[in-house]
């Protein structure tokens, strides 16, 4: 079943839930609540990666994230943490965290592949070109993206990192126009086969609010996301990263439902909190 990451971002300047969670304690109920509305990870993360933003310094990172990350795995709630920086991914990895979300696929620190090849966690690589403000410039984005990652697992693989284990990401958003997004996201099925899955991020995005009048609240990109993370679970997506993890455990209830009748799916959140699920025991 595809999974689902709830997106924490501990950081003051998030574009989309405007640092609300920037309070530890408030943070940690937070991730808890995800987990329990269905969340099969908590995504934490301390650095935005919106268009403009300043880049954070690790140790500014480090103390953001770590504090949640540590709370959340004594309430046994299942972290994946969210950074570019191998020093945050090792001292999140240290205090519970159990998969590393890198939206640069190793390329912004040479440390990250041989961290997750020693650690053995699973780890999302993204599509990236240098940041949100790279140009988003292809001749056809699809074979384009998936040749840019193709060559990314490859260099993944010779420090190790087990391919089972490496999900890939084509970075919606990420130096994409709004063209692009939709015609990486018709053809995702093609990026399952780079590595162990695929994940992707559409939440609240920037393309999926074009759908929607111009002066329309972000939570209104909710229903869009739903969508997408029900066609995301048609296409054999491993993952995707929601913030409304409601909505896309409905969604995902709706597509099991619909693929193997009422009595063969799990009830919504039926996993407990703290219980484990081998990731990769049905990742296709
Ligand atoms: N997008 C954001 C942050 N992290 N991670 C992955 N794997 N894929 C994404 O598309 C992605 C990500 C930016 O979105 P946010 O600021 O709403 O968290």
């Given at each position: ?160 990192v087990d391919p ?12 994409k126009k709004n ?21 992707i991020g559409a ?82």
């Open positions: 079943m595809t999974r689902l990451l709830g997106i924490l971002n501990v950081t003051p300047d998030s574009f989309s839930d405007g640092g609300v969670w920037g309070d530890t304690q408030a943070a940690i109920d937070r991730g808890v609540e995800l987990h329990e509305l269905g969340a099969d990870y908590v995504d934490v993360g301390g650095e935005s990666t919106r268009p403009g933003a300043e880049p954070v310094d690790p140790e500014e990172e480090r103390r953001r994230v770590l504090p949640v990350v540590a709370g959340l795995a004594d309430r046994r709630v299942p972290v994946s943490i969210d950074t570019m920086h191998a020093d945050v991914a090792r001292a999140a990895l240290d205090v519970g965290a159990r998969l590393v979300n890198d939206v640069s696929g190793g390329l912004a620190d040479s440390a990250m592949a041989p961290l997750i090849a020693s650690a053995g966690v699973p780890y999302i690589a993204m599509h990236w070109r240098g940041g949100a403000d790279a140009a988003p410039q292809y001749r056809d984005v699809v074979a384009d993206v998936k040749a840019e990652l193709k060559t990314r697992v490859a260099e993944l693989l010779i420090f190790g089972a284990k490496l999900i890939v990401d084509p970075g919606l958003g990420f130096a063209v692009h997004n939709w015609a990486l996201l018709g053809h995702l099925e093609e990026f399952a086969r780079l590595g162990g899955g695929v994940l939440s609240r995005k920037r393309f999926v609010g074009k759908l929607l009048p111009p002066d329309a609240p972000f939570e209104d990109r909710d229903a869009p996301t739903a969508i997408i993370t029900a066609l995301a679970a048609r296409s054999g997506a491993w993952g995707v990263r929601v913030h409304d993890v409601a909505a896309s455990r409905q969604a995902l209830d709706v597509w099991e439902r619909w693929r193997h009748g009422a009595e063969s799916t799990r009830e919504p959140a039926a996993l407990p909190v703290g219980a484990t699920e081998s990731v990769f025991e049905s990742a296709t």
